[in-house]
């Protein structure tokens, strides 16, 4: 089973400011790799697949970057709407489908 | 739009089973490969199952033998039936539709709003 890492756990930060999300598999997924944003009280919304492809309806100041084992999600400039929960997942080898524990965005 | 809507969760004690439903709108869950997670309270996000479109499923380890995931087309319904349930079965069940691209893989979208399990001792 393929196993997914995320850092930092929580990553603080300002309105306006540039986050960048890390993602680490545990072996070469290529770009098999998809994040997905949570939000409290909410079920995960998709945000990216194939490693950097936006889906539909996400904003372009998401980008999604990495191929191999290290993968970056990157908001270029944090919306008052971006604080939330955001995991990653390799669809590389499945099943199982494995995600990351997540990474906490929140207002410093 | 796509959309998936569960329902069937509840409070059931140690042992017992739940039959989860979940009901697409949009498109043919028979035709799609669907899926199920779970996210325990406070918790990540845990892949439990997946149907495929020709109808055949497999099993996250932890609910192998005990959780099985079956279609029912005319309803455009896809049913999670759990059994011998454990305090750690507790949490949101999402369902959500699989899609499937030959270049980009397979990704999650969209997701049910979930709906809960909690299995008491």
């Known amino acids: 089973e393929i196993v997914m890492t995320q850092s930092p756990a929580t990553l603080s930060a300002s309105p306006g400011e540039r986050a960048t999300l890390s993602c680490r598999a545990s072996q070469s997924i290529s770009s098999d790799l998809a994040w997905y944003q949570q939000k409290p009280g909410q079920p995960p919304r998709l945000l990216i697949y194939?490693?950097?492809t936006r889906a539909t309806g996400i904003p372009a100041r998401f980008t999604g970057s990495g191929s191999g084992t290290e993968f970056a999600l990157t908001i270029s400039t944090l919306q008052s709407e971006d604080f939330a929960v955001y995991f990653c997942?390799?669809?590389?080898?499945?099943?199982?489908?494995?995600f990351g524990p997540g990474t906490i965005v929140d207002l410093k | 739009e796509d959309e998936v809507v569960e329902t069937g969760g509840g409070l059931v004690q140690v042992g017992g089973s739940l039959r989860l439903s979940c009901e697409g709108f949009g498109f043919a869950v028979c035709g799609n490969y669907m899926t199920w997670v779970r996210q325990a309270p406070g918790r990540g996000l845990e892949w439990v199952s997946i149907v495929y479109d020709r109808g055949d499923s497999y099993y996250a380890d932890s609910v192998k033998g005990r959780f099985t995931f079956s279609r029912d087309c005319p309803t455009n319904t896809v049913v999670l039936q759990m059994n011998s349930l454990r305090v750690e079965d507790t949490g949101m069940y999402y369902c959500?539709?699989?899609?499937?691209?030959?270049?980009?893989?397979?990704?999650?979208?969209?997701w049910g709003l979930g709906t809960l399990v909690t299995v008491s001792s």
């Open positions: 959500a539709k699989v899609n499937w691209n030959y270049g980009l893989g397979v990704w999650f979208d969209p």
């Open positions: 194939g490693a950097s």
């Open positions: 997942q390799q669809y590389k080898n499945w099943p199982p489908f494995t």
